[in-house]
């Protein structure tokens, strides 16, 4: 058996006998851990750039011209299939499996050089699989090979071309699990039938990880944006971000160009495949970049098809990217955009109350709390996923890089949520920075100041100082006593020493003048008042007995804590918002 060395250097040599040019500083290696790379072994001088560091004549290409060739179809024989490179993707099983085709001779040695193992993860075996479990990512997976299998069928249908038997009967697309344990029970077969569908999810992988767009070579009569085409040598290069390339087609020939200005000696010649997330690269190419500039997460909330169709009418506008489905909206988190608009938008929508015909602070900023919470959860999990005990893993000779490509994974996801955390955290704090004075009281400032009352909280609920309040679970109580005690300020014999906004008091008496208070109202608060009344108006007349305290004014108070409180999660502060608008 040659090696893979021999493999190439016969491959490199066919090309440049078929016309191909490369540059005579590029060196093209294989290793057994990396695969195919090219280095520049002599430095090519910044002038030499303008010139294309590598053309491959037309006749090396792999099209779907040649495809539809072979197996005498028209494109419109194939307008039902969903993936225009559906029967490209069987031509190349073909040629590689199946040595009668017209073509499988001239294209041998490049297909001798194609990796007979892609890594996509289409191909892990359950255990590794299992490493992505609670990720949106597994789901992708997941649906993306049903819609292989799909098309698949749908494609040797068209074709009249019957699948290998087994396959023919056993795939229940829906039994995803029963599909995975098959690939990786026969996917270790050097050569499977060219029409199986090991045959065609391998092709599948090498489309995704090595073609090109067609558009580039046939600009006038392709078809399809997504129509790709195989480009051998230059679908040798790896990919780094941010390298910058130029490929173009002229007399005949695909051109690679460069313009990278310092192609040093023993540094590798890159090509880029574009501004790719980490999914993207995994499921795409089988691998992932550390620190990906370019990596993103999708946050997917399912929620109530109704409330959707409601949101545009509160500012929220949603675009083709944030449906999925009817019940689903996703949002794109990066480390540019951590914290899209729409998102702090949606989470204040969510929390808005029925009385609420707007996004206002107190909403906004009790929408963030439960984003927060969401952010954080995300973060512990990728916490936790990236801790991966080897040791479950079934034996498999790639254990080592599916671990290091899910760890890289994970703490790129892990890295973008705590950005949006971080971000979220900024956006409360100068919210609460912008909101001016009178529009937001704390209550713990209530507490510092109003000694008699804070006083007569030791009475009424055991409290000595303002942590009590949380630590014994009666802030509400608190906050309800506060609220009768600063409605019935006129009464009061000492008018209180410090300020407090107009806006209480002005929503307790909107509340008063719509609420309908019934029995099971009266029932519900029952145990609380008796707990307190006539008990406090007794023992310190001069705080609970001035006014009305009647225990209709403490169901009223909570609406008025409901409408406008929002208890910073931080720090369990409650902050007292009035109903503005905000535009977010
Ligand atoms: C177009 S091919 C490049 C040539 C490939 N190295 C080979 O051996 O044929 C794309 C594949 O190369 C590998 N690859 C490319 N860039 C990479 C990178 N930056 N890190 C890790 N693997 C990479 C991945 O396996 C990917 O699926």
Redesign the pocket.
């Known amino acids: 058996m040659s090696s893979q060395t021999d493999l190439l250097t016969s491959f490199l040599n066919w090309s440049k006998d078929n016309g191909a040019k490369i540059n005579e500083s590029i060196e093209f290696k ?1 290793s057994k851990d ?4 090219a280095t520049i072994i002599k430095e090519i001088p910044s002038d030499a750039i303008s010139k294309p560091l590598i053309s491959v004549p037309s006749k090396l290409l792999i099209t779907n011209e040649l495809a539809l060739k072979e197996f005498n179809v028209s494109s419109k024989n194939l307008s039902s299939l969903f993936n225009p490179n559906a029967l490209i993707q069987l031509y190349l099983c073909k040629l590689k499996f199946n040595a009668t085709t017209a073509k499988s001779d001239f294209f041998k040695p490049y297909l001798d ?3 007979p193992n ?3 993860p289409y191909f892990w075996n359950k255990s590794q699989l299992q490493l992505l479990q609670g990720t949106d990512t597994l789901i992708k997976i997941k649906q993306n090979l049903q819609n292989l299998i799909t098309e698949w069928y749908e494609l040797l249908n068209v074709l009249e071309i019957t699948p290998i038997e087994k396959e023919g009967t056993a795939f229940d697309v829906n039994d995803i699990d029963s599909i995975f344990s098959y690939i990786s029970e026969n996917v270790k077969t050097t050569s499977p039938k060219w029409n199986s569908f090991i045959a065609y999810l391998w092709s599948f ?1 090498i489309f ?3 073609a090109f767009p067609e558009i580039l070579i046939n600009p006038d009569n392709c078809s399809n944006v997504n129509q790709a085409f195989l480009y051998p040598i ?7 971000n941010g390298t910058s390339v130029k490929w173009t087609f002229e007399d005949d020939q695909a051109h690679f160009f460069t313009n990278e200005k310092n192609l040093k000696k023993h540094t590798e010649l ?2 880029n ?1 574009g501004d790719k997330s980490n999914e993207e ?1 995994l499921l ?6 550390s620190n990906n500039a370019h990596d993103d997460t999708k946050l997917t909330l399912k929620l109530d098809p109704q409330l959707i169709e409601s949101m545009p009418s509160f500012g929220i506008v949603l675009n083709k990217e944030n449906t999925v489905g009817t019940e689903c909206l996703q949002f794109t988190l990066s480390s540019r955009n951590p914290l899209p608009r729409n998102l702090l938008k949606l989470f204040g929508f969510l929390s808005k109350l029925k009385s609420e015909t707007s996004l206002n602070y107190r909403n906004i900023l009790e929408g963030s709390d439960e984003l927060s919470s969401i952010l954080d959860a995300k973060i512990q999990f990728f916490k936790r996923a990236s801790k991966i005990d080897a040791s479950t893993l079934e034996p498999s000779s790639n254990n080592t890089v599916v671990i290091k490509i899910l760890k890289d994974f994970f703490a790129g996801q892990r890295r973008i949520y705590i950005s949006s955390l971080e971000e979220l955290q900024k956006f409360q704090k100068t919210t609460l920075k912008n909101i001016n004075e009178n529009m937001a009281f704390s209550f713990k400032t209530a507490f510092k100041n109003d000694k008699t009352f804070t006083n007569s909280l030791l009475l009424s609920l055991g409290i000595t100082k303002y942590e009590d309040l949380i630590a014994k679970n009666c802030l509400n109580q608190a906050l309800l006593l506060w609220i009768v005690r600063v409605v019935n300020m006129n009464s009061l014999k000492r008018p209180l020493d410090y300020q407090i906004p107009s806006f209480i008091n002005e929503m307790f008496h909107e509340v008063n003048s719509s609420i309908i208070v019934n029995k099971e109202d009266v029932l519900e608060y029952m145990d609380f008042y008796k707990g307190l009344f006539p008990n406090l108006s007794e023992k310190i007349p001069e705080v609970f007995a001035q006014g009305n305290w009647g225990i209709k004014q403490f169901i009223i108070a909570d609406t008025v804590v409901d409408r406008l409180v929002w208890v910073r999660k931080s720090n369990n502060e409650p902050i007292f918002i009035d109903k503005k608008r905000f535009d977010l």
């Not at 230059?234 to 780094?240: E, G, P, R, S």
């Not at 795409?284 to 970049?289: A, E, H, P, R, W």
Request: hydrophobic residues 35%; aromatic residues 12%; without cysteine.
């Open positions: 294989t990396s695969g195919i790379s050089i194609l990796p892609v890594p996509h992988g995704t990880s090595r230059v679908d040798l290069l790896n990919h780094k890159f090509n495949y690269l795409g190419y089988g691998f992932v970049q």
